[in-house]
């Protein structure tokens, strides 16, 4: 889905892969197998794309033939990976614009973002198991097993696993803009 829509706001800007390419940073290779849906993006080739199709994130997910009622299987859900980490976020809700749910699984000394940053959402994150530190402006707030936070995601953020064991989380964006 996230490749189709890709190329079709590729080919709408009339623009070539080695165009894009020159735009993002990324590779005509890598460009390549993300329009044909042999590779994921990460997050950080996500936002590159979105900024160069002056478009939200949300947007370059959204699918306009989500069903009403989706199942989320393990080994079914959309990846998307974290630039220099280790681990991705696998994509919980279907797209349809309203809502994105992730689940992740950090492992120690990895962040899901190399930066501060913010996007116009709210955002919830919810851990399931290990120890995971939030980075909010100026705050840094650590969160055990069972607790959450709920914030205005416009205020730069980003989550750290600081223990010495792997982190479970879900995050909830509402609206998508992860």
């Given amino acids: 889905m996230l490749g189709d829509r890709l190329k079709a706001l590729r080919q709408a800007k009339g ?4 165009e894009l390419s020159e735009r993002t940073g990324l590779s005509v290779s890598m460009l390549s197998q993300i329009e044909n849906g042999a590779a994921d993006p990460s997050l950080g080739s996500v936002r590159k794309l979105a900024e160069v ?6 947007t370059l997910f959204s699918d306009p033939d989500a ?3 989706h ?9 998307l990976g974290v630039a220099d980490a280790s681990f991705a976020y696998e994509r919980l809700t279907p797209g349809r614009g ?3 749910v992730l689940r992740a699984e950090i492992p120690p000394g990895q962040a899901t973002s190399p ?3 913010g996007h116009p959402s709210t955002e919830c994150a919810y851990v399931i198991s290990g120890e995971l530190t939030v980075e909010l402006g100026a705050e840094r707030v650590t969160l055990a097993t069972g607790e959450s936070v709920t914030f205005d995601s416009r205020e730069p953020h980003r989550y750290v696993n600081e223990s010495d064991g792997v982190t479970t989380i879900v995050i909830a964006v509402t609206p998508p803009s992860p």
């Fill in 15 to 18: 623009l070539t892969l080695r």
């Fill in 53 to 58: 199709f002056e478009a939200s994130i949300a």
């Fill in 98 to 100: 309203d809502l994105e």
């Fill in 67 to 69: 069903p009403a009622i």
């Fill in 115 to 117: 930066r501060l940053w």
């Fill in 71 to 79: 199942i989320s299987r393990p080994g079914e859900r959309h990846s």
